[in-house]
């Protein structure tokens, strides 16, 4: 598959504003609403539709602009069944992912169940000191999204 053409400046520069403005729009509004509502859900729903769009974008193959496509696209190991990635790349991609998803697994289930919670306090419990406000919730929602935009466009 052949990368993207690059898009002229204007264009790759009007893209990322309008990403950064949608945002900054949808912090600014998760900021102001309350945990587990529904306007809440709805913006954490829109903001996942639109990370969805965009790995859709990228596995069908359309040209996608510099803003989305950093990376080359993907290359499966040669002689494999129906194309798919051999075993080891499957390993290589996946195991630090699960290695940490196990650790921390690990802490929340051990903080959890230690007592008192002050004293082994749980991620849930530690982050809602930050987002007991309305500048720490937009912040976090913010950084969600830049982790998500990363992951997604890596």
């Given at each position: 598959?052949?990368?993207?053409?690059?898009?002229?400046?204007?264009?790759?520069?009007?893209?990322?504003?309008?990403?950064?403005?949608?945002?900054?729009?949808?912090?600014?509004?998760?900021?102001?609403?309350?945990?587990?509502?529904?306007?809440?859900?709805?913006?954490?729903?829109?903001?996942?539709?639109?990370?969805?769009?965009?790995?859709?974008?990228?596995?069908?193959?359309?040209?996608?602009?510099?803003?989305?496509?950093?990376?080359?696209?993907?290359?499966?190991?040669?002689?494999?069944?129906?194309?798919l990635p051999g075993r080891r790349s499957?390993?290589?991609?996946?195991?630090?992912?699960?290695?940490l998803v196990a650790a921390t697994a690990g802490?929340?289930?051990?903080?959890?169940?230690?007592?008192?919670?002050?004293?082994?306090?749980?991620?849930?419990?530690?982050?809602?000191?930050?987002?007991?406000?309305?500048?720490?919730?937009?912040?976090?929602?913010?950084?969600?999204?830049?982790?998500?935009?990363?992951?997604?466009?890596?």
């Amino acid at each position: 598959m052949e990368r993207p053409q690059e898009a002229p400046p204007r264009v790759v520069f009007v893209a990322t504003a309008a990403a950064v403005a949608v945002a900054i729009g949808l912090s600014a509004a998760m900021a102001f609403s309350r945990p587990f509502t529904a306007p809440s859900e709805v913006l954490t729903a829109t903001a996942l539709a639109l990370l969805l769009a965009v790995i859709v974008l990228q596995q069908i193959g359309r040209p996608m602009s510099p803003l989305v496509a950093r990376r080359e696209a993907p290359t499966w190991s040669a002689g494999t069944p129906g194309g798919l990635p051999g075993r080891r790349s499957w390993a290589a991609r996946w195991s630090g992912w699960m290695v940490l998803v196990a650790a921390t697994a690990g802490w929340e289930l051990f903080s959890y169940l230690s007592s008192p919670r002050h004293t082994h306090p749980t991620v849930s419990s530690m982050l809602d000191a930050v987002t007991a406000h309305h500048a720490g919730r937009g912040l976090a929602y913010a950084l969600w999204l830049v982790l998500g935009w990363y992951l997604v466009t890596r």
